[in-house]
């Protein structure tokens, strides 16, 4: 397999991650470096944009938690299925809090966040998460939780002025830092481990190209109308 430049991401990619990120590069760059990324480090980004957005991200909550918890029950190994579990609890602690102070400050009420209507973007990936659950296969699980996650530290590790806002530097910060890059690069390399061989790849680029083409697709959902 080829090996990707790894000063390009945020993680060392190794070999499998590396090529299902050579077959979606474009398709990735354009979502790390998408608008909603430059004018939240900006600090610019509306109101009215930032809402949308974490009210939709709000319900992928519930299918993320089930991937983590699939992972702890189909993980190969006694290390990985911990750390899984360790990461369930810090998901309950921070990044929940994060969505009740933001909702807060932007004025979205409980009904507002909780009955909203899904977009079609939302509906998608919330689609693609369970069929992983479902397949109860720790690859495929992989992964989404590998672009889910190592999308995210791609953009959020950016070397750019930091906003001064709360709803704006918080989310950064979930995504960024020592703890969230161990977890991505743990990821990262668990998928490198149980994709063994070129057919195992292959198999898998489908899931990944999608995937990554509802992350940048996500972005753009605070400009719709």
Known sequence: MEWLDME???F???DAVGEFLRNSQKNWQAAV?????QELFEGT????????YLIQDYH???AFLSMLGACVAHADTLEAKLRFAKQLGFLEADEDGYF???FKELGVTEKEFLEVTLHPVTKEFQQLMYSAVDSSDYAQLL????IAEGLYLDWGSKELPLPKKYIHLEWIHLHRGEFFKEWVQFLVDELNRVCKDKGTVSALQERWNHAVSLELAFFEIGYEG
């Open 8 to 10: 390009k991401y945020a």
């Open 143 to 146: 992964v989404m939780l590998v």
């Open 60 to 62: 992928f909550f519930d």
């Open 45 to 52: 980004i509306e109101d009215e944009v930032l809402k949308k």
């Open 100 to 102: 009740q102070k933001a």
């Open 33 to 37: 470096n998408h608008r909603f990324i």
């Open 12 to 14: 060392k990619t190794g």
